[in-house]
Structure formats: C-alpha cells, structure tokens
C-alpha cells in the first residue's frame, strides 16, 4: 500500500500530524474489520507464526480502516464519533418503530383471537348465566370448554379497557397496514444497521490504534459534563 500506510504513517494521519490526498473513488470497497487483540489471543493460542500473521492482519486493517475514513471523510475523530453517534440513532429509530409495529401486530392478532372465540362461545356463556342451583352446575359440566373460553375473553378485553369489539375487518386491516410498512422499512432497517456496525467497527480501531482507553473517554467525558 505504500509508505503512506506504514503502522507510524497511519498512526500520524489520524492523529492529523500527516496529510494525504485522498484515494480514487475505488477504495470504497473496503470495510473495516475489528483489529485483533493479539495479546489476548495469544494466550490461548500459544504460536509465533499466529503472532506474525496477526500484527500484519492488523497492519492491513488499519490501512483499510484509513481509507474507508477518508473515503467517507471522517479523518477527524470528533466528526468520526458524531458519525457513530447519528448512525446509531437512526438505526435505533428504525429498531424502535420495527418493534412498535411488531407488538402491536401481535396484540392484534391475540385480540383477533379472543373476539373469535367470544363471538362462538357467547350464547352459550349467556345462558349459564341465567341458571342457579344444581342445572346452572349440571350446564357448566356439559360446557366447561366454552365457558371458560368465554371467561378468558371477557377478561382479555377489560384488561384493555375496551367498552366496545372493534370490528374483525378493521383489525385485519390495520394488521396489513403494519406489516407492509414493516416489510418496506426492512431495507433501511439493514442498510442503517450495515453502516452503524463500520463506523462503531472503525471508530473501535482509531481508539484501539491511538491507544483510547475506556478509562480516558469517561474522564473526557467527565471534563466536559463540567
């Protein structure tokens, strides 16, 4: 790659003591992979050769790391991390309004239930009802099924407070409403997924290549909370 991209060359351009030109647009191929914690591995791999491989894997990851940054033009940190933060953010919308069509689809659907079921088990419910004594005990014997079926829904819809049954059709209908904007919110979904996971992945090598500790981040953090 050059001498643009040696593990000090690279280290000095995020740090913007080096300042290159950026590549053709051909590099927008790379994406960033996680950097290896060599250390770490090499505690349960107990190799030289695994050793070597691993810090020019690392080598390469940081020169793919630094030219997918300057193809999105993100070699300053603070933009990098402003990047992460608005990528995380609209993914986590896009999650959020996913799960929200989900529930209810699935609220609905038990309530499609429940209104089958009371709408079979009514009659019969209502004349359990009227009887005492030893024919109300005999009727519930006969129709314990439907019964507590009936017993199940009533409850099934005070828990919702609902005064009135909505009708099957409209449920039906807000149930598919759901599910198309689920399925055209889907490649969003993915695509906003795919870009969040690069820019944290890229932004977890600049950190791990400038040596950011956890440590470090919480007490700026905590400098400028002040």
């Known amino acids: 790659l050059g001498a643009d991209y040696t593990e000090a060359a690279i280290m000095e351009r995020i740090s913007g003591k080096r300042i290159v030109a950026p590549r ?38 940081m020169a793919r790391t630094l030219i997918y940054l300057e193809e999105k033009g993100l070699t300053d940190f603070e933009e990098l991390e402003k990047a992460c933060d608005a990528a995380a953010q609209k993914f986590n919308d896009l999650s959020d309004q996913t799960k929200a069509a ?9 309530l499609q239930k429940h209104i089958g ?9 209502a004349q359990y009802r009227k009887l005492t004594g030893r024919k109300r005990d005999k009727f519930y014997e006969q129709h314990t099924r439907e019964i507590l079926t009936c017993q199940a829904a009533k409850r099934h819809f005070d828990s919702l407070g609902l005064q009135k049954l909505p009708s ?24 906003a997924k795919a870009k969040m996971i690069e820019l944290l992945t890229a932004k977890n090598n600049v950190e791990r290549i400038l040596g950011v500790t956890e440590k470090e981040k919480n007490r700026d953090r905590q400098q400028e909370a002040r």
Not at 117 to 125: N, S
Not at 168 to 191: C, G, I
Request: avoid cysteine; aromatic fraction near 12%; glycine fraction near 2%.
């Open 24 to 61: 053709a647009k051909a590099a927008a191929q790379y994406k960033p992979n996680l950097l290896i914690d060599i250390q770490t591995k090499m505690k349960k791999i107990n190799s030289p050769g695994f050793e070597r491989w691993a810090k020019t894997y690392n080598l390469k990851e």
């Open 102 to 110: 989900s529930t209810r689809m699935k609220d609905i659907a038990e």
């Open 117 to 125: 079921a009371y709408g079979k088990t009514r009659e019969i419910y």
């Open 168 to 191: 099957m059709q409209s449920l039906k209908q807000e149930y598919a409403v759901l599910s198309t904007e689920n399925k055209k919110r889907y490649p969003e979904y993915k695509q």
